[in-house]
């Protein structure tokens, strides 16, 4: 088995752009809680979508 630490970051800028072109993202990437939480953000949703974003994409490294 191996064991290792990781860091998964992403540019808000990203995540922000596909947001605005790709309505869609939000909904097969997201759950609707987690929709329901960034968005109250407001200003800061896009970092929230980010953050969030970069823990599945890190998970989903994991268990490869």
Excluded: H, N, W
Excluded at 23 to 42: L, Q, S
Aim: aromatic share 10%; hydrophobic share 50%; glycine share 4%.
């Amino acid at each position: 088995m191996i064991v290792s630490i990781g860091i998964d970051i992403i540019e808000v800028y990203r995540i922000r752009e596909t947001l605005e072109r790709t309505p869609r993202f939000v909904e097969r990437v997201f759950t609707m809680r987690e929709r329901a939480y960034c968005e109250a953000k407001g200003a800061a949703s896009a970092q929230s979508f980010a953050a969030r974003f970069a823990a599945k994409e890190a998970f989903l490294k994991a268990l490869k």
